[in-house]
């Protein structure tokens, strides 16, 4: 989130230098109060769904709001209040529709294109796969034929599959509109 406008008093905000812990810093920060924008990287779950009813075959979703046919881990938001396993729990169930089963860490991932943090998960699940209207449609892959992006969530996926014996193969990001 990009603030133009201070949360606090409406001012707008300017790039103003000012003596911090690490030393000078320039940030966006607001001229008639003391609002800083720190603009810190926002956490983002994210899940490697294996389906234990389907073979062992992960699911991946393709976001209804995203150009071409990109499939993608399940991702989503912390709420207030949850935990990030708790948190990829609900995603995966309000997203796939599927029971959530086991859920372990894989990593924790930087993806500063986007200004987030990614906390990826292996989540076990099973049952009727019912999509969201987030997503489009999803796809079923075998571990091994499946492909990783190389950013964010594609770095989680593959140190998934390594940790499996996979190698994994990496897919060139489509150009940026
Ligand atoms: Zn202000």
Redesign the pocket.
């Known amino acids: 989130m990009a603030y133009r406008y201070?949360p606090?008093?409406?001012?707008a905000l300017a790039l103003v230098e000012q003596m911090e812990d690490g030393g000078p810093k320039a940030r966006m920060r607001?001229t008639?109060?003391d609002?800083t924008h720190w603009n810190n990287p926002t956490p983002v779950l994210a899940a490697v769904v294996e389906c234990e009813d389907r073979g062992g075959q992960l699911l991946l979703a393709r976001n209804a709001a995203w150009p071409g046919r990109m499939f993608a881990l399940i991702t989503g938001f912390m709420e207030a209040g949850e935990t990030p396993e708790a948190g990829i729990r609900r995603e995966v169930a309000e997203e796939t529709g599927l029971e959530v089963g086991t859920v372990s860490l894989i990593g924790v991932y930087d993806f500063q294109r986007m200004n987030q943090v990614i906390i990826a998960y292996h989540a076990q699940a099973r049952g009727e796969i019912r999509l969201s209207p987030e997503l489009a449609e999803y796809r079923l892959f075998a571990p091994a034929e499946v492909k990783c992006w190389p950013a964010g969530t594609g770095y989680a996926l593959a140190d998934w599959l390594r940790a499996r014996g996979h190698q994994p193969q990496f897919i060139e990001l489509p150009p940026r509109a």
């Open positions: 201070c606090q008093c409406a001012t607001c008639a109060c609002f």
